[in-house]
């Protein structure tokens, strides 16, 4: 891909040409211009000869796809950019070498400093248990260590780092020897974050917006709270995105709101709505989702953080003050709470203005068609994140083991959501899952369950547009005149039409449907790669080389 070289202005206008513009106003352009942070035009590369003179830059595509950038709606940015500069267990295969991570870890680091770690999953390992507190504190070597599970529901620490949290043998929560997950977790999870420098955490929140950025992210939905993360955390990223060229960052404070002065609150912080990480119940993996029948693999049906009641209260005062309410809830009694707590709210405020207010609920996978029906009827956004049936999916893998195979084959049914017109929008809730929209898309398409998978192009819209509309914005999110100029170009093979169904497929990639192609994204086919990543017109990455 070559420029010109015309000096960089803040307001110049570019003419990208000789490539692939996957835009609904021309399915066949070939050509874009950006004035003003905003997309001016799109079409052919014959009429792009009249704009060539008048512009201040030409950039050849080189046969290079531009699309819009794309939007990760549930992302945790300190704890990202700290799991890509720290201890990352995501690739031990055993309990032994988790252990072993951690002693060289530690070993390459200097005391003084609690070692914050990531990713771990027993359910991978052939030990199918986390390490004890006596293994963790002989790997450690004393220092304080914090290990969530990837789910980040659970975490092994060491007893150093428990001498740090008074009190926090009486909490919820707290075993002896295994994980600690609720209010203990909380607890230890908040003093091993409060141990990290305040330049440490920039740098963080910095290399994970850097790394956005080179997978072709143009904004991020910051999922914060205070059983998550800390006020000057979410308030200094806020602060850091607004200052520096990158990903823009929409910020959810997940604190309930009672009343027009906690609504106040929300908005001083920065926050768009007090959504996100508001739990109403757990994770399957740490067996905290809350279940109507008891787990597969445990005799318990899981945790309960909220109730109908309280759901309705949050959301009918969010609602009174014209700010977006929101929920984390994954398993399927959580989910019956969550439309039961919304339809009351509906009652009282009345399901007009709950419907026009576009509230949320985060991951959403133990859905039922009753559930899904309540979605549509309240106008519910399901903010969902495939990766997690590409990773635990399938007949073999957690789901299964937490679930039994008949309830995992229920999860995520995306196609079902989309009949029903839930709108959706796709993120990874990294560090849970890695930023990585393309194969966010690919696990959308290929569902592990079959009736559950949807189309390249409505899995790529939940990804792009769908991040815009899960913040109330209606104008963004796509190549059209108007717009704002988030866009991405990419190195890719050739474009095709992908449908759950072939024949679809097939009809599709008749010009004469006029239907953008995209990459094909068929498992063992190479993800496209990431030329150049630009923002309100801006370019805030550019792969070094090209």
């Given at each position: 891909?070559t420029e010109?070289?015309?000096?960089q202005?803040e307001?110049?206008t570019?003419?990208l040409?000789g490539?692939?513009v996957?835009?609904p106003a021309?399915?066949f352009a070939?050509?874009m211009v950006v004035?003003?942070?905003?997309?001016?035009?799109?079409?052919s590369?014959?009429?792009?000869d009249?704009?060539?003179?008048?512009?201040?830059e030409?950039i050849d595509?080189?046969?290079?796809?531009?699309?819009?950038?794309?939007?990760?709606?549930?992302?945790?940015?300190?704890?990202?950019?700290?799991?890509?500069t720290?201890?990352d267990?995501?690739g031990a295969r055993?309990?032994?070498?988790?252990?072993?991570r951690v002693?060289?870890?530690?070993?390459a680091h200097?005391?003084?400093?609690?070692v914050?770690?990531h990713?771990w999953?027993?359910?991978?390992?052939?030990?199918?248990?986390?390490?004890s507190r006596?293994?963790?504190?002989?790997?450690a070597a004393?220092?304080?260590v914090?290990l969530?599970r990837?789910d980040?529901?659970?975490a092994?620490?060491?007893?150093?780092l428990l001498?740090l949290?008074?009190g926090?043998t009486?909490m919820?929560?707290y075993?002896?020897?295994?994980p600690?997950t609720?209010?203990?977790?909380?607890?230890?999870?908040a003093a091993?974050?409060?141990?990290?420098?305040?330049?440490?955490?920039?740098?963080a929140?910095?290399?994970?917006?850097r790394?956005?950025?080179?997978l072709?992210?143009?904004?991020?939905?910051e999922?914060g709270g205070?059983d998550?993360?800390?006020?000057?955390d979410f308030?200094?990223?806020?602060?850091?995105?607004?200052?520096?060229?990158?990903?823009?960052?929409?910020g959810?404070?997940a604190?309930?709101v009672?009343?027009?002065?906690?609504a106040r609150r929300i908005?001083?912080?920065?926050?768009?709505g007090?959504?996100?990480?508001?739990f109403?119940?757990g994770?399957?993996?740490?067996?905290?989702a809350?279940?109507?029948?008891?787990?597969?693999?445990?005799p318990?049906?899981?945790t309960?953080?909220?109730?109908?009641?309280?759901?309705?209260a949050?959301v009918?005062?969010?609602?009174e003050?014209g700010l977006?309410a929101?929920f984390?809830?994954?398993g399927?009694?959580?989910?019956?709470?969550v439309?039961?707590?919304?339809?009351t709210?509906?009652e009282?405020?009345?399901?007009?203005r709950?419907?026009?207010a576009?509230?949320r609920?985060e991951h959403a996978e133990m859905?039922?068609?009753?559930?899904?029906?309540?979605?549509?009827?309240?106008g519910l956004t399901?903010?969902?994140?495939p990766?997690?049936d590409?990773a635990?999916g399938?007949?073999?893998?957690?789901y299964a083991q937490?679930l039994g195979?008949g309830?995992?084959a229920?999860l995520?049914?995306?196609?079902?959501l989309?009949?029903?017109?839930v709108?959706?929008?796709?993120?990874?809730?990294?560090?849970v899952t890695?930023?990585?929209?393309?194969?966010t898309?690919?696990?959308?398409?290929?569902?592990?369950?079959?009736?559950?998978?949807?189309?390249?192009r409505?899995g790529?819209?939940a990804?792009?547009?769908?991040g815009?509309?899960?913040?109330?914005?209606d104008?963004?999110?796509t190549?059209?005149?108007?717009?704002?100029?988030?866009?991405?170009?990419?190195?890719?093979?050739?474009l095709?039409?992908?449908?759950p169904?072939?024949r679809?497929?097939?009809?599709?990639?008749d010009?004469?449907?006029g239907?953008?192609?995209?990459?094909d994204?068929?498992?063992g086919a190479d993800l496209p790669?990431?030329?150049?990543t630009?923002v309100l017109g801006?370019t805030?990455?550019?792969?070094?080389?090209?």
């Amino acid at each position: 891909m070559t420029e010109s070289t015309a000096p960089q202005s803040e307001h110049r206008t570019v003419l990208l040409r000789g490539g692939d513009v996957h835009s609904p106003a021309d399915p066949f352009a070939t050509a874009m211009v950006v004035e003003r942070g905003h997309v001016a035009w799109v079409g052919s590369e014959g009429a792009a000869d009249a704009f060539a003179s008048g512009v201040d830059e030409v950039i050849d595509l080189e046969g290079a796809l531009v699309t819009p950038a794309f939007t990760d709606a549930h992302v945790h940015t300190t704890s990202t950019g700290l799991a890509l500069t720290g201890l990352d267990l995501s690739g031990a295969r055993t309990l032994g070498d988790a252990l072993a991570r951690v002693r060289a870890h530690v070993a390459a680091h200097p005391a003084g400093r609690v070692v914050l770690g990531h990713g771990w999953d027993a359910t991978r390992w052939p030990e199918q248990r986390p390490p004890s507190r006596a293994e963790l504190d002989e790997a450690a070597a004393g220092r304080p260590v914090y290990l969530p599970r990837i789910d980040v529901h659970s975490a092994a620490v060491t007893t150093a780092l428990l001498d740090l949290v008074p009190g926090v043998t009486a909490m919820a929560g707290y075993h002896p020897e295994g994980p600690l997950t609720g209010a203990a977790h909380h607890a230890v999870r908040a003093a091993a974050h409060d141990a990290v420098p305040p330049a440490q955490r920039a740098e963080a929140q910095r290399a994970a917006l850097r790394h956005a950025a080179s997978l072709g992210i143009g904004t991020v939905h910051e999922c914060g709270g205070p059983d998550i993360s800390d006020e000057e955390d979410f308030t200094g990223l806020l602060k850091l995105a607004a200052e520096q060229p990158g990903p823009r960052v929409f910020g959810y404070w997940a604190q309930r709101v009672a009343d027009e002065k906690d609504a106040r609150r929300i908005r001083e912080l920065g926050a768009v709505g007090a959504a996100g990480d508001l739990f109403v119940d757990g994770s399957l993996g740490s067996h905290t989702a809350c279940l109507h029948e008891p787990y597969a693999d445990a005799p318990h049906t899981g945790t309960a953080h909220l109730d109908a009641g309280q759901i309705a209260a949050h959301v009918t005062a969010c609602t009174e003050a014209g700010l977006q309410a929101g929920f984390h809830a994954i398993g399927d009694a959580a989910l019956t709470a969550v439309v039961d707590g919304i339809r009351t709210a509906a009652e009282k405020v009345g399901l007009a203005r709950v419907r026009a207010a576009r509230h949320r609920v985060e991951h959403a996978e133990m859905l039922t068609p009753e559930t899904v029906a309540a979605f549509a009827e309240l106008g519910l956004t399901a903010s969902v994140q495939p990766a997690f049936d590409a990773a635990w999916g399938g007949e073999e893998g957690m789901y299964a083991q937490r679930l039994g195979a008949g309830r995992a084959a229920t999860l995520n049914p995306y196609a079902a959501l989309l009949r029903a017109g839930v709108p959706l929008a796709f993120g990874s809730d990294s560090p849970v899952t890695p930023l990585d929209p393309w194969g966010t898309v690919r696990a959308a398409a290929f569902h592990r369950t079959l009736e559950h998978r949807v189309s390249v192009r409505a899995g790529f819209t939940a990804h792009t547009r769908g991040g815009w509309r899960a913040v109330g914005r209606d104008d963004a999110g796509t190549l059209v005149p108007g717009a704002p100029a988030d866009y991405a170009v990419w190195r890719t093979d050739q474009l095709v039409v992908q449908a759950p169904d072939d024949r679809v497929a097939r009809w599709s990639t008749d010009p004469r449907s006029g239907t953008p192609g995209l990459p094909d994204l068929s498992p063992g086919a190479d993800l496209p790669v990431c030329l150049r990543t630009v923002v309100l017109g801006q370019t805030v990455y550019v792969r070094p080389n090209e």
